[in-house]
């Protein structure tokens, strides 16, 4: 909880933030929009049918395609531009809509009275048409700023700090406090928003200055706060900090807290986490150097980005392909080996294990009736459950797809029968689960391995130096303690980071950071 | 002064205006009578381009209106509205000092043009800061014809100004418009399904049917020799009420 109330203040700036310029970049675009197709009748199906085709699309989507939308237009792909550009996307319908709902029900007789008066088209639209319009773009401006403010929360996973941060990665590592705090922070903002708008129209309509004023003036008051406050990432200045990148799951936030305390303490440069990447997202971001260095699995890479299906040759062949592979096809270089593999591995609770006698995967495959299984976003899309299926013949009465940090409890609770368990995930042992192994081999091998943005080496020798010297350091058992104290012990992965960098200190063996080392 | 030469008017396939003429002199007021669908306020509309027409053209002082900007036109042009059209958002002083702000005259010259013109329509000044929607009917139509006044023009359309008014409310208004006429010299056109009003209201009358002038001249030479029988036919309603009246009192009416 204290850990996420630290971290309050300035992911709500950059929420806030993000929020706002989303919202004004959408009243700009759509109010305009909307006054344009009121006059112009042919625009008006085509450019409403836009807006609602861009709604239909699923918020995260639509901020997941921003990414390589942008990278192919050689701009930044992770961080608030994308994030803002989607926000911004989905603000318009409301508003558009509204502009144009408003606009349409004005009285013919009104209309005809500010003609025949001697106004303008321009003079009518600013003295009559939007002012008798107002409640209802007003309206929608309220609609779009409550979604916006909601919606920013999904900013994270494209790298754009946000509320966000405290709800991903709460669920992630089973933190409530912290969930709470984010939920709690992103409605409170979304009234607090909504009420200041509201106030200000109600002043406009009931022409009390008083109440216009003070709605302006909060609303000019959370931009102020907006532009001003330092975000968590420009506090402090001096040299750019070198940015380490985390998917979303426990052992993510862990691993990329222990790479940034690795930075700091060895090569002394300061550093900053990204959390909550999608896993593609992750590796771009680091192919196009938006990130510094992340964490990653030789067999995601195998699998997901080499597109080879099978488990390969074992783990050292799979390990020298994949690092082959990295360098030639995308300059990206493997700086340390961490010494554990986290594979997907099929798990059972230990009483269905003994009722349908399943100690293999093999046995899996022909257990009937068939068995239910659930596993996370990815597994059932990659190739190496298309491996699996044809290797072992294997089917499940349903599939289902579910969040990793809810997996486990789904087969301790008898949920469904059978998991895909990350292997050096604490909580296998908690919810007292039975992994079955790949008898076959179907599914290849999961190194982490530390992953560095091409061109890091020759930039940043100090750093590539003092992420190389974890080379070895985590085997499997530490990986799940730490995975543990997270999940089961309720710390904050820095914290947990912290503790295994102080009880085992890794020097790095070059020279420069060696010297930093007693 | 306005003229109309040879209106045509179409809306799709039919003929709104077909043809129609006719001169309103300085200080002259216009009625333009007849049945909906007769063509009398698509006659009116043109004149100040509310409607554009598909053929003929107007003369306003001498100008050709086509060539006028719409706006510039209309802001010479008093209009009453027959659906009042106050803006619904703006006080009563604001709605009559809309036109005077179009021009961008000075606050205080606009403050106390819009006192003078209210004091005009025998309005309570005290109604100033309402909104429309606290007025009564009268009041409303009132305050459209201080709207159509305030910037001083010279030439005034009317469209069926007092029809939507319970009786005694129209005659008082009505009275208030007679005065208000001989003050300020208005030379005008007002449109009305009522004869009896056209009778009271107009120097000159023009009745209208199926979009073609029947008959124009002075109620008298209408009521003289009516030139179509539904000239007659509109005449007799007031005709036989005042006739009514004058057996009920004796011929001291």
């Known amino acids: 909880?204290?850990?996420?109330?630290?971290?309050?203040?300035?992911?709500?700036?950059?929420?806030?933030?993000l929020t706002l310029a989303a919202l004004g970049a959408g009243a700009l675009l759509s109010i305009p929009a909307g006054v344009l197709v009121s006059r112009v009748a042919f625009l008006e199906r085509p450019v409403l049918a836009a807006a609602g085709i861009i709604q239909t699309i699923p918020a995260l989507a639509l901020l997941a395609v921003?990414?390589?939308?942008?990278?192919?237009?050689?701009?930044?792909?992770?961080?608030?531009?994308?994030?803002?550009?989607?926000?911004?996307l989905y603000s318009v319908l409301p508003m558009l809509r509204n502009t144009v709902t408003g606009l349409a029900g004005l009285d013919p007789a009104v209309i005809e009275a500010a003609r025949g008066i001697g106004m303008t088209d321009r003079q009518r639209l600013f003295r009559v048409d939007l002012p008798l319009a107002l409640p209802v773009i007003v309206a929608?401006?309220?609609?779009?700023?409550?979604?916006?403010?909601?919606?920013?929360t999904l900013s994270t996973p494209v790298g754009a700090e946000s509320l966000g941060n405290l709800i991903f990665g709460g669920l992630q590592t089973r933190n409530l406090a912290s969930v709470l705090v984010g939920c709690a922070a992103s409605a409170a903002l979304a009234l607090l928003l909504d009420g200041l708008i509201q106030t200000m129209a109600r002043g406009v309509a009931l022409r009390r200055p008083g109440l216009r004023a003070a709605g302006l003036l909060g609303l000019v008051a959370l931009a102020c706060w907006a532009i001003a406050a330092p975000s968590l990432r420009t506090a402090g200045g001096g040299p750019k900090p070198v940015r380490i990148g985390a998917k979303t799951f426990t052992e993510q936030y862990v691993l990329s807290e222990i790479l940034a305390g690795q930075v700091r303490r060895v090569a002394g440069a300061?550093?900053?986490?990204?959390?909550?990447?999608?896993?593609?997202?992750?590796?771009?971001?680091?192919?196009r150097r938006e990130i510094d260095a992340y964490v990653d699995y030789t067999g995601t890479i195998w699998?997901?980005?080499?597109?080879?299906?099978?488990?390969?040759?074992?783990?050292?062949?799979?390990?020298?392909?994949?690092?082959?592979?990295?360098?030639?096809?995308?300059?990206?270089?493997?700086?340390?080996?961490?010494g554990f593999e986290n594979s997907y591995a099929f798990a059972v609770s230990r009483a269905t294990a003994a009722r349908r006698r399943l100690a293999s995967v093999s046995d899996l495959a022909e257990a009937r009736p068939l068995l239910r299984a659930a596993a996370d976003y990815e597994f059932w899309q990659r190739s190496e459950w298309r491996s699996v299926e044809r290797r072992y013949g294997l089917a499940f009465a349903e599939r289902r797809t579910m969040d990793p940090s809810l997996l486990y409890a789904a087969a301790g609770q008898g949920q469904v029968d059978v998991i895909t368990a990350y292997s050096s995930d604490g909580r296998i042992a908690a919810y007292d689960l039975v992994v079955l192994p790949d008898d076959r081999g179907a599914i290849p091998p999961y190194d982490a391995v530390v992953l560095v943005a091409p061109g890091l080496a020759t930039d940043r020798p100090d750093v590539v130096a003092a992420l190389a010297a974890l080379d070895g350091r985590i085997p499997v058992e530490t990986m799940r303690a730490l995975n543990r104290k997270v999940d089961q012990g309720g710390e904050s992965p820095a914290r947990v980071a912290e503790g295994f960098l102080a009880a085992a200190p890794v020097s790095a063996p070059s020279p420069v950071a060696g010297s930093r080392e007693p | 002064m306005i003229e109309v030469e040879g209106l045509v008017r179409r809306f799709g396939a039919t003929l709104a205006v077909d043809g129609v003429s006719f001169r309103v002199g300085e200080g002259e007021l216009l009625a333009l009578v007849g049945f909906s669908g007769s063509g009398k306020t698509t006659t009116l509309k043109m004149i100040n381009r509310l409607v554009e027409p598909t053929?003929?053209?107007?003369?306003?002082?001498?100008?050709?209106?086509a060539l006028t900007a719409p706006h510039e036109l209309r802001r010479r042009i008093g209009y009453v509205f027959q659906r009042v059209g106050l803006f619904p958002h703006l006080s009563v002083e604001e709605n009559v000092a809309m036109p005077l702000l179009l021009t961008g005259r000075g606050r205080e010259e606009v403050r106390a043009r819009v006192a003078e013109v209210l004091a005009l329509v025998e309005l309570d000044p005290s109604l100033g800061p309402r909104l429309p929607a606290q007025l009564s009917g009268g009041q409303e139509q009132r305050v459209g014809v201080a709207r159509a006044l305030v910037a001083s023009p010279r030439l005034v359309l009317l469209d069926e100004p007092f029809g939507a008014l319970d009786p005694v409310t129209r005659d008082r208004l009505q009275q208030s418009f007679l005065r208000l006429r001989s003050r300020l010299k208005l030379t005008g056109v007002v449109v009305t399904h009522d004869m009896g009003e056209a009778l009271l209201l107009a120097d000159r009358i023009g009745v209208m049917r199926a979009g073609r002038m029947v008959q124009i001249g002075t109620p008298a030479e209408l009521l003289r020799a009516p030139a179509d029988p539904l000239v007659s036919e509109m005449l007799e309603s007031p005709l036989r009420h005042a006739r009514h009246i004058q057996g009920l009192t004796g011929g001291r009416a």
């Open chain 1, 1 to 17: 909880m204290n850990d996420a109330l630290a971290q309050l203040p300035g992911l709500l700036t950059a929420h806030l933030r």
């Open chain 1, 66 to 88: 921003m990414v390589p939308l942008l990278a192919g237009l050689g701009l930044p792909g992770i961080g608030p531009l994308p994030a803002l550009i989607g926000l911004t």
């Open chain 1, 140 to 152: 929608g401006v309220r609609t779009a700023a409550v979604w916006t403010v909601g919606m920013a």
């Open chain 1, 270 to 287: 300061p550093a900053d986490v990204t959390p909550s990447l999608g896993s593609t997202v992750a590796f771009d971001a680091l192919a």
């Open chain 1, 303 to 338: 699998a997901t980005l080499m597109g080879r299906s099978g488990a390969g040759e074992g783990r050292a062949a799979v390990l020298a392909e994949v690092k082959a592979w990295l360098e030639t096809a995308r300059g990206v270089h493997v700086a340390a080996v961490l």
């Open chain 2, 55 to 65: 053929a003929g053209r107007v003369l306003v002082d001498g100008a050709d209106a």
